[in-house]
């Protein structure tokens, strides 16, 4: 968490969007400053008429160039140092991205929990959130119903984001349980989704 | 007006509801709905919404959820789980019924009916001490505090001495709930209260059928007033209480300086036996000779009846032609029917209350009367050695009470209402009530009478029971004030609730009652329900009952510190 305390990390720059979300590609490893967001991490694209705030909803690796997969590389029981430093032209070959569903937008200085006007350009910037940014962005989550339509990796990436918010906050139980109620409403009629939810919140339990 | 106090705590909101089915609360979810603090049946609430608040109570309280959330197995399997659950796919529901308006922008009355239910989303909140004073008020010479809510132990519960007294008022619960000890509290603070009215009509005098010797002296040591015996009404208003006994040399009637309670038989009419044929185990057709003798002997019919009796006795009464069998052919009767009323005549003349020759000093029933009519308040204490106890208190009840209510009436009716010679008004204070006012007995006793024609000629019924649905319900529809204590048997409770709104809820209320000091008031003196924790009665209120009286008449009653050097 305390890279969060400090200048937020940047990510990447969006490669797609719309405004209900859009896809980022990671800048490579030897970057400086540059990172791989973690799934169900807050990002915010900097850039274009408003901030656009996101949920990582998947980080996805692999070539660069789909028509040439990468082989299989190193004998059983290398560690996968060994297989980079026997192998060095493979790395640059393979990118990072990710994907965000948008949970709000910035206007005149607040964050608001609606989607934006316009998607975020192509190339803008995408950096982490702070802690405030955080609680801003979960002290209304009106934006599960578009979370809901991404499926399990939605709800996964939503217990993820509801988990580290409410460590952030002063009372982290009585936040967690804020959250849930809050969020409980909006899958009302899908009591058995609900239940996996809070199974994945559940600080207690095994997910 | 002031609205709901911002004090009081956040329950939950209005969901749901009608003016006649009553209110839906669904809880916040930290309202702890499992701590009686909070919640429970017979709270009060207020809940405001628009220009309105509103005065309900708590009728059920509920557990819902959603979609069955609450069955899926792992709703179980975490804490964590459970609580983020509670309040929002599970939640807690109140039953509300909004009684009255207590705060309505522009309204002329300061607590009114309730005519519409308040808004979706009204908050709920527990009720305030300032509420509650809104509309029971505050102790005072026309207020008498009775008790608490049960979740508001600082909001006294106030009635008025004026709605108390218009309409009869009756005292139900089992054995051992408390009924002797709310009937004196309710009897001092009336005695207190009608002494100091300035109008005539709006005095009060009270005559009490004390069956167990409760009301005169002090009473048995109670769990609401500590170790302390809570004194009866003529230990502390001598100057106010006369007492007549069956058996003045008993304990408490002797500590009382009891007169003596005695009947002269030329006062019996064979309407005293009509009123009391149950008791008495008198048929039908033995009441009608009793009406045919007296048509014969006159006025002193029984002594003539007994004395018949004696001579047949020696005649060993089995004679074809012994004077009685004689009589029985003569008036048209069957022997048996003679036997019988012939039995209840002696078993009569047996007791210690028989005074064959007319007391010199005037009857006792005369006394009574008189003292009633100068102000005095009267006890009758039955607390004596009698056999069968149950038919000498009903007749000598019935026998008292049927001259003394036809003497208010002719007077009432004699005097225009503003005359200060005008009666004052006369609570007659009956335990036991069924054995006066059942079915069958109603039409026919002086008791039933007063039920029915209710304060016009002011006179009211206090009655006193443990089998509430034995009295007639034409007669319990008439006592408009009902204190109900713990009560075992369903048709009781059904019995006492005819005839009040939201009569399920309160039944709910009812059998939830805890067995001793817990009350729920309704009816005629109570804007709304309530539940009320009795008040104590302990050394402190007692002599703030005194002092009440003595500054109302100076140095007539006994000193508090009378009371107290025993």
Redesign the interface.
């Known amino acids: 968490m305390n890279e969060r305390m400090g200048e937020a990390p940047w990510y990447g720059r969006v490669t797609s969007a719309t405004v209900s979300g859009f896809t980022a590609e990671c800048w490579s490893e030897d970057t400086e400053g540059a990172r791989v967001p973690r799934f169900g991490e807050l990002v915010c694209a900097v850039d274009g008429p408003a901030p656009v705030y996101a949920l990582v909803t998947d980080v996805a690796t692999g070539p660069a160039d789909s028509t040439r997969p990468v082989q299989l590389r190193g004998a059983p029981g290398v560690p996968l140092e060994e297989v980079h430093r026997q192998h060095p032209h493979v790395l640059p070959l393979l990118r990072t991205g990710f994907s965000a569903t948008t949970v709000g937008h910035g206007r005149d200085g607040t964050l608001r929990p609606s989607l934006p006007g316009s998607p975020p350009p192509v190339l803008a910037g995408v950096r982490g959130c702070t802690d405030d940014e955080l609680a801003q962005v979960c002290r209304s989550p009106d934006f599960v119903p578009l979370l809901m339509l991404t499926g399990v990796l939605g709800d996964q990436a939503l217990a993820a984001l509801v988990r580290r918010a409410a460590a952030t906050h002063p009372d982290p139980s009585g936040e967690?349980?804020r959250l849930?109620?809050?969020i409980?409403?909006h899958y009302?009629?899908d009591?058995?989704r609900?239940?996996t939810l809070?199974?994945l919140?559940?600080?207690?339990?095994e997910a | 007006m002031n609205g709901p106090q911002p004090a009081s705590r956040l329950l939950g909101y209005v969901t749901a509801g009608s003016l006649e089915r009553g209110l839906e609360v669904t809880l916040a979810?930290e309202t702890p709905f499992d701590d009686p603090a909070m919640v429970g049946v017979g709270y009060y609430v207020a809940i405001e919404s628009g220009s309105l608040a509103y005065l309900g109570m708590v009728t059920d309280v509920r557990l819902a959820s959603?979609?069955?959330?609450a069955g899926?197995p792992?709703?179980t399997?975490?804490?964590?789980?459970r609580?983020?659950?509670s309040?929002?796919?599970v939640y807690g529901q109140l039953a509300v019924r909004p009684y009255v308006v207590i705060a309505a922008r522009g309204a002329r009355e300061a607590v009114a009916r309730a005519r519409t239910i308040p808004g979706h989303f009204a908050p709920v909140r527990q009720a305030s001490r300032a509420e509650i004073a809104q509309v029971f008020g505050e102790e005072g010479d026309d207020r008498i505090y009775v008790g608490t809510p049960v979740d508001l132990e600082d909001a006294p519960i106030c009635l008025s001495y004026d709605a108390l007294l218009e309409r009869s008022i009756g005292v139900f619960g089992r054995t051992g709930t408390g009924k002797s000890f709310l009937t004196r509290l309710a009897l001092a603070e009336l005695l207190v209260r009608g002494k100091a009215q300035e109008r005539a009509a709006r005095r009060a005098v009270g005559l009490i059928f004390d069956l167990h010797g409760d009301y005169g002296w002090e009473g048995q040591a109670d769990p609401l007033s500590g170790s302390v015996k809570p004194p009866g009404l003529k230990q502390l208003f001598p100057q106010d209480v006369s007492v007549f006994a069956l058996d003045p040399n008993a304990g408490p009637a002797k500590r009382s300086n009891a007169e003596e309670l005695h009947i002269w038989p030329g006062e019996i009419e064979p309407e005293d036996l009509d009123a009391s044929r149950e008791a008495l185990r008198l048929t039908e057709q033995a009441v009608m000779a009793a009406f045919e003798l007296q048509r014969r002997y006159g006025a002193r019919w029984v002594l003539r009846v007994l004395e018949e009796a004696q001579r047949d006795e020696t005649d060993d009464g089995e004679s074809a032609t012994s004077p009685l069998n004689a009589l029985a052919h003569d008036l048209n009767f069957q022997p048996g029917t003679i036997t019988n009323l012939l039995r209840v005549l002696r078993l009569l003349s047996r007791a210690a209350y028989w005074r064959a020759e007319r007391p010199a000093h005037g009857t006792a029933k005369d006394a009574i009367l008189g003292r009633l009519q100068s102000g005095q308040w009267v006890i009758v204490d039955f607390n004596a050695r009698l056999v069968p106890r149950e038919a000498h208190y009903v007749f000598l009840a019935n026998f008292l009470t049927r001259r003394i209510y036809d003497q208010w009436r002719r007077k009432a009716e004699e005097e225009p209402g503003d005359s200060p010679a005008y009666p004052p008004h006369l609570v007659v204070a009956v335990e036991e009530a069924h054995n006066f006012l059942s079915r069958q007995l109603a039409g026919l006793t002086a008791f039933g009478q007063i039920a029915r024609e209710l304060r016009k000629y002011n006179v009211t019924l206090l009655v006193i029971d443990q089998r509430p649905s034995d009295i007639d319900p034409e007669v319990m529809s008439q006592i408009a004030t009902r204190f109900v204590l713990k009560l075992d048997n369903e048709r009781d409770v059904e019995a006492v609730l005819e005839g009040q709104e939201d009569r399920g809820g309160l039944k709910a209320i009812v059998n939830r009652l805890n067995t001793q000091r817990e009350a729920v008031i309704v009816g005629h003196a109570v804007p709304v329900p309530v539940v009320a924790r009795v008040r104590m009665w302990d050394q402190a209120e007692q002599r703030k009952i005194v002092e009440r009286r003595r500054r109302t008449v100076g140095a007539a009653g006994a000193t508090a510190d009378d009371l107290y050097r025993r």
């Open positions: 967690l349980v849930c109620r809050e409980g409403a009302a009629g009591p058995q609900w239940m809070l199974r919140v559940d600080p207690g339990g | 979810p959603g979609n069955g959330i899926l792992a709703a399997a975490s804490p964590f789980v609580k983020a659950l309040g929002a796919g």
